[in-house]
């Protein structure tokens, strides 16, 4: 009976598996109907991976299904990658209970994940990474308790990390990074004692590690970037020694690195703490990590010396420790040769210095990027650095290095990106044009001299060019101008290039931003810049352009800043002008003549400048222009002319007999007293004011109106009625000794300068009052916050008989100290001739509404040639001291010549009151004790002991000013030493300060 019945039951089977219905024998139809399910819910299937689920198939046989050995027809795995299935997840994936691995990963899913997904408990690996999914994580993850893979990577999810993911004992991985997940990380995560990776990156979580995340002693990923933890990593971490890639920048972490972290976590491959707040010394057992390919310490506050014997690392990738406080020299690049695998470092922002090791030509050939700004680099650029094959950025910007760049530059074939900007660099080779792959060249700020190679012409990949501020003279190659691939920036301005602008700068169709201002082009505007359509800014100002504006200047409809000032422009302003959607537009001193128009950019008075076209009438009232005579009144004039003709003769000729007289009588009173000179004249045009104008501005020169008192005059405020605006008129006192030569310095001087930071002037008078005596003095914009030297120090009484409150606060003296070490690094380093001031003090800075330095009075102002390094001719060359007890340099007193180096020592005198808030002069400095021997004896424990007391009232943290405080105030003892050759370049004052600025305003960011 029982064979009987085998023969039964093997016969039905026979027939279902092999008769009519083969895709129905032995089916389940549970599993079947949860994946007809899930094909209904996708909207899009792009690769038609889902074609072969259909009845003639058998669902196990299905792409992307695999069933069990063990189970028939019971599916186990789920397997859809990158198939561009668009759609939902349907719930009833929560009826494959023999489901064993779900990967949907780099799809577009959408919608919520189903929570049936939880009744999967033999589920081992869910895989939907690169989705679009949104909703919260499942809580009902946690009954998936064979789970070993959970990655969520990369889609929209939102809510908190489930603390039920913690009984997941058996979970390996888990991926959260990429999402909208808020909240803190669960300290019940540590519980997940089998988790060897946990990637949470890229997500909004706050808080701090949970000390129980040490417990996972397996953990190989620890990867919590780009989120805003806070807090110390917890010392127990260091302790993971499986640890391989420890991963946990751009966060608000904080603390020190323990010293032995090379030793605790041997099996180190990737170490990026970037972007936190830690501090302390850079560990100093790095070298005994030895598998480390990537370190990362970039954006912190680290100090002290870089890390010895890197060398050790043989499979260092990268090494990155920029924008941090290190203080070294560059013996850790000799170290790096033996990374032969070394492909990029990165140094930039912190204070190394020393020159660049020959050693450098002996990195690996790998090395791609080299990045080390923002330093205190010195001497010359070695020419092995043509011996890096793969380089392809190289960034030494704002450092000070000088001599050649070398001409084994031009073997760097591979190299796409060169900052070399802001040094003291003086020839740029021809073989420049060999980096025929260069799409950036930054050389500006240097002192590179000589013409401007034509070979760049070869650089046809150039995207950016920028070599202002140097020295190049000659005419502009037209080669480069013909480089239609540069459309970021093409930036020659504050150079001596001579001759016109060349015909081929229409080929730079795709350019953004021009500038070729302040040098000596002359000729017209060509018509060929219509063709530059993408232009949004075009500076040709400082130069000798002239003929009128070009009509084709309409074609450029994107233009949205114009500068045409300082040149020799004519005409009429074109009306096109107001169709532009400009943001800017300045046309000051030319000779531009007629009606300025009223429509577009013209009715915005903070948005134009016409100042200095004398011949101009119209515009809106702000411009205070006369009126356009209409054709009504020229009509009427025409009507009248022969009526008059005769009587204009007459008057004529009357008046020529008048003028006659007047000219004998002045010649013979100027010969007779002997004062007979000529104002210099001025580089713009200024005001013209008589001494009756300036009478009545200042009330007669009224004891109500002065403001100060100078060593050669007074100075006194007052509304002047062709500008209708406050203003400060100096006016000297003649029968002082030097105050007519000090006028003719100052005159001297101010024609060739102009910059933000030094005090503007409107006008000089040079005439005689109403008593026959001679009259001098300038004009200058009014100061609405007076001089520094109030600001400092209160001796004076104010307000009705009561002392003045008045408060610097640390961060405006900073920002005045950075405005008055930038007015003298132009004066010295920027100017046609180096202009030396002479008499840098207190009183000399002035502060306008905005707090704003600026320096002015330059009575004692020495003019020098670049071309002879002389003082120019008509200065004094007395050997008495220039300048003021207190301020003026050592040298002086010796009879030294004048020079910018004394300068520098004023200025350091000047850094040094500001934050002490005592000046040289002041009683307790008798003996051998100086504001220099102060200060330089405080530094750095002593610091807070000498500092001007009202900058301890701020709401600062102690620590970070005195560290502020400790950086400036070396800053003014090195500018103050006794012997020029120690002092500090003027240069390297503006970058030093302003680096101590922007490490404050991080601090100050990170904190808040």
Sequence with gaps: ??????????????????????????????????????????????????????????????????CSHRHPNRVVKLRLRSQGLVGSLSPHIGNLSFLKSLILRNNSFHGPIPQEIGRLFRLQNISLRKNSFHGEVPTNFSQCSNLEILDLIGNNLTGNIPAELGSLSKLTFLGLTTNKISGTIPPSLGNLSSLTQLSLGKCALRGEIPKEIAQLQDMILFYISENNIAGEVPASIYNISTLSSFEIFSNQLRGSIPPDIGLTLPNLTDLLFTGNKFTGPLPISLSNASKLQQIGFDDNSFVGPMPRDLGRLLSLQKFGVGDNLLQDDLSFISSLTNCTSLKAFSVTGNFLRGPVPKSIANLSSEVSIIIMQDNEIYGSLPSGIGNLPNLGIFDMVMNHLSGPIPTTIGKLHNLHRLYLGVNYFTQLPSSIGNLTLLNTLYLGRNKIHGSIPSSLGNCKNLLDLNLAHNNFHGSIPPEIMSLSSISISFNLSYNALTGSLPLEVGSLKNLEKLDVSNNRLLGSIPNSLSNCLSLEWLHLEGNSFEGEIPQSLRELRGLQELDLSRNNLSGLIPSYLSELHLEKLNLSFNKLHGRVPMEGIFRNESAISVDGNNDLCGGIPYLRLPLC???????????????????????????????GCLFIF??????????????????????????????????????????????????????????????????????????????????????????????????????????????????????ANGSLEKWLHHDGIENNGQQESRNLKFIQRLNIAIDVASAIEYLHCHCDSTIIHGDLKPSNVLLDDEMIAHVGDFGLAKIISTISNEVVQHQSNSTAVRGTIGYVAPEYAMGNRASTIADVYSYGILLMEMFTGKRPTDNVFKDDLTLHILVESALPDQVLEIVDPRILSEHEPRSWLKDTLVSVLRIGVACSMESPRDRMQIQDVVNALCKIKKVRENNRLRQD
């Design 666 to 783: 002045l010649h013979w009173r100027r010969v007779s007293r002997k004062t007979a000179f000529s104002v210099p004249s001025l580089k713009h045009h200024l005001l013209r004011v008589s001494y009756a104008e300036l009478l009545k501005a200042t009330d007669g020169f009224s004891e109500d109106k002065l403001i100060g008192v100078g060593n050669y005059g007074s100075v006194y405020k007052g509304i002047l009625d062709q500008v209708q605006t406050m203003v400060a008129v100096k006016a000297l006192n003649l029968q002082l000794r030097g105050a007519s030569k000090s006028f003719m310095s100052e005159c001297k001087a101010l024609r060739f300068i102009r910059h933000r930071n030094l005090l503007k002037i409107l006008s000089a008078c040079s005439s005689v009052d109403f008593q026959g005596n001679e009259f001098k003095a300038l004009v200058y914009e009014f100061m």
């Design 1 to 66: 009976m029982a064979n009987w019945l085998i023969i039964f039951f093997t016969s039905i089977v026979w027939w279902c598996c092999f008769g009519n219905t083969p895709a129905t024998c032995l089916q389940n139809e549970t599993d079947r109907s949860a994946l007809i399910a899930f094909k209904s819910a996708i909207d899009q299937d792009p690769f038609g991976s889902l074609i072969s689920w259909n009845d003639s198939v058998h669902y196990c046989d299905w792409n992307g299904i695999l």
């Design 629 to 659: 005579p209409s054709s009504k009144s020229s009509k009427n004039k025409l009507s009248h002319k022969m009526k008059v003709i005769l009587a204009v003769v007459v008057v004529l000729v009357l008046c020529s007999i008048l003028l």
